[in-house]
Nanobody, 124 residues
Framework: QEQLVESGGGTVQAGGSLRLSCEAP????????MAWFRQSPGKEREFVAS????????YYADSVKGRFTISRDSTTNTVSLVMNSLNPEDTAVYYC?????????????????WGPGTQVTVSS
């Protein structure tokens, strides 16, 4: 497992934007994916977006496509999630995760490293 630390959560009004960052200081695996998941009370953890560490390919959940943008910076070992047009349904704890795989996975159990999470609250 590797250490991951999220930052950038907070409270924003509907229609606003936030940028989340994930520091992955020990991440050096070319064939791997970094992803963001989220979980709200009473719900299962759900896939939000992922990026291939090697070539930057990105994948998104339908619910955030066109509003969220994931990117990775292999020089600083960080993964970012820019969230625009936020709505109250986006309220959740957001987690950064790492998966040593050559193909994208959207189920949480494939990911073996997780950050502690950062709260995002969108008020109406």
């Amino acid at each position: 497992q590797e250490q991951l630390v999220e930052s950038g959560g907070g409270t924003v009004q509907a229609g606003g934007s936030l940028r989340l960052s994930c520091e992955a200081p020990g991440h050096t695996f070319h064939d791997s994916f970094m992803a963001w998941f989220r979980q709200s009370p009473g719900k299962e953890r759900e896939f939000v977006a992922s990026a291939s560490w090697g070539d930057g390919r990105t994948y998104y959940a339908d619910s955030v496509k066109g509003r969220f943008t994931i990117s990775r910076d292999s020089t600083t070992n960080t993964v970012s999630l820019v969230m625009n047009s936020l709505n109250p349904e986006d309220t959740a704890v957001y987690y950064c995760a790492a998966d040593r795989a050559a193909v994208v996975h959207k189920a949480p159990h494939y990911y073996d490293s997780w950050g502690p999470g950062t709260q995002v609250t969108v008020s109406s």
